[in-house]
């Protein structure tokens, strides 16, 4: 006899749990969609983060039987990367809540750090001792949590790691701790919302191999996907469906529902379809140029500067960073930032981006000490008759768009207070009077807020993930400031804000004045740069690569 769907929905629409039944908005109006044994979806389209929590559990069923879970014998977990995500950069949990962006730069570790491998521990699921005939004590105990943890960290490359604090890893790094904290909690449906943001290739696909495997583990596990329209379709994905503006346009076999889209003028992509050759970008180029091993070249040489006349804005001779007992995160690197200069920074996750990035904007404790200039200060120290260059007077010159910022943001900002605090030389104080170029800028970005209430009204932390990355991008570039760092800023964008984002770099950008530095893991998500450098893996013997765009 076949087993029952694990997720049954006839006909059924949703509202808002926490909104007024007289005022609620209706979701996904009378839907139909069934989830059975063996099925692996992938959810495309605007609303599919929706679609997701709807699946999961929540949001109000009208009428209340029209979501079921008939064959459902475990639970359901839930990782969201996109609009629903309650987690944009660190883990939730380290430090117990209570830090502070430098922290984890910081080689002397607060006594609430946690390491990966309890952060993870804490979420196995407990044995019911009637259900398993024995409760497991003691030392026993131990050697299985031990076991399970070590299991799953292995699976996503996080092995190496557990030991590390959490509040040192990377964001790519992060993500795959996510999934592998829900991995352990042993959920028979497993959703993952856009869990390729962020990724670096190889990266994405351990973990789209990684997934491909659960429903043919042990305790097998569904897994439902919710891709970003860049995010071709894995192959070994089974069913898609198609949504648009809070209503499922298409679902069946992905075969079916691929062939159909594209007759209609839709672009889907798919993994291994031969038939797709994308526009080569940046970013091929980066991961195919070859480098020579360390022990070749102990020293890695950038290109020469097109614009040799113009300013320093930032230096690095030799730079190392070390945090024994692992192994160097930068290792003898040297770069020279010029005013006019646009560069991309990339590199495996982990390979010590966000690192080199808090050198740059001067989070890093050891900026001090290391041999960086900033705008001309050789030294930040105090010395006879000079005082010490403080972290003010570096970062008021610099714009920066990141995850840590975005996790470290108030989110009871409102919109407008939010890019207008880029005019404020510390997010907390009071922006001075609005600019011109401020006011083009609202101006030009109204209708990408209106939705959720325009700039005044909506709050940040309310709004969805496209509109805060791009308050926070505005946040960045609205003081025009000499240096301009964007880590994974545009991540997360509907496509329509990130060209118009985009465009406001290509524009606005002052040749003369300004330097950028971008990072990103999607060719489409990297603007117009003039050179790159390319961080080796940790621990390898590689070096770094520079090369012009």
Request: charged residues 20%.
């Amino acid at each position: 006899m076949p087993r029952p769907p694990l997720i049954s929905i006839a006909s059924t629409s949703f509202r808002p749990i926490a909104s007024s039944p007289l005022t609620a908005p209706t979701l996904f109006p009378n839907t139909t969609f069934t989830l059975h044994p063996g099925q692996k979806w992938s959810i495309l389209g605007s609303s599919k983060s929706t679609l997701l929590s709807i699946l999961c559990g929540r949001h109000i069923a009208i009428p209340p039987t029209g979501r079921r879970y008939p064959g459902l014998r475990g639970t359901i977990e839930l990782v969201s990367f996109g609009a629903g995500s309650t987690s944009t950069g660190m883990l939730t949990g380290a430090n117990r809540g209570e830090t502070y962006l430098s922290a984890r730069y910081e080689a002397w570790r607060d006594e609430f750090d946690i390491s990966l491998r309890e952060w993870l521990g804490r979420s196995i699921a407990g044995k019911n001792p009637f259900e398993e005939g024995v409760e497991a004590k003691g030392e026993e105990a131990l050697q299985d949590k031990r076991k399970k943890v070590e299991g799953v960290a292995g699976d996503l490359m996080l092995r190496e790691l557990l030991d590390q604090s959490v509040m040192t890893l990377s964001n790519g790094q992060s993500r795959r701790a996510r999934i592998a904290q829900a991995l352990l909690k042993r959920p028979e449906v497993l959703a993952v919302d856009e869990p390729f943001m962020g990724l670096d290739p190889p990266s994405h696909n351990l973990l789209s191999e990684l997934l491909s495997r659960l429903p043919h583990a042990q305790q097998p596990t569904q897994v439902l996907l919710g891709l970003r329209p860049q995010d071709p379709i894995p192959i070994w994905s089974t069913h898609v469906a198609y949504i648009t503006n809070d209503r499922i346009l298409m679902q069946g076999q992905k075969e079916f529902v691929t062939q159909t889209l594209r007759q209609s003028g839709k672009t889907i992509l798919q993994e291994g379809d031969s038939t797709q050759k994308p526009t080569p970008t940046l970013l091929d180029k980066v991961w195919s140029t070859p480098s020579l091993p360390a022990s070749r070249s102990q020293k890695q040489t950038p290109p020469p500067s097109q614009s040799t006349s113009s300013p320093i804005l930032v230096q690095m001779s030799n730079v190392q960073i070390t945090y024994p007992p692992h192994p160097p995160l930068l290792q003898n690197f040297s770069w020279t930032i010029r005013a006019g200069e646009r560069w991309g920074l990339f590199g495996p996750n982990g390979s010590g981006k966000t690192t080199l990035i808090s050198l740059l904007t001067s989070d890093h404790p050891q900026t001090y000490a290391l041999p960086i200039t900033h705008f001309g200060h050789p030294t930040r120290l105090p010395e006879r008759g000079r005082p010490g260059v403080s972290i003010f007077d570096i970062q008021k010159r610099i714009g920066h768009a990141s995850p840590e910022v975005h996790a470290f943001f108030p989110k009871a900002y409102t919109l407008r207070r939010t890019v207008l605090s880029g005019l404020a030389e510390t997010l907390h104080a009071k922006p001075p009077p609005v600019t011109e170029y401020a006011e083009m800028l609202l101006a030009e970005f109204e209708d990408m807020v209106a939705g959720v209430g325009g700039w005044d009204d909506a709050v940040l932390g309310e709004a969805g993930l496209s509109v805060q990355r791009l308050a926070l991008f505005l946040r960045a570039v609205v003081g025009k400031r000499d240096l301009i760092v964007l880590d994974e800023a545009f991540s997360g964008m509907d496509t329509v804000v990130r060209d118009r984002c985009l465009r406001v770099l290509a524009e606005g950008f002052d040749r003369a004045r300004q330097a950028l530095v971008v990072v990103g893991h999607v060719g489409e998500e990297v603007p117009e740069v003039d050179m790159w450098v390319r961080l080796p893996e940790i621990g390898s013997d590689s070096c770094v690569v520079f090369g012009d765009a």
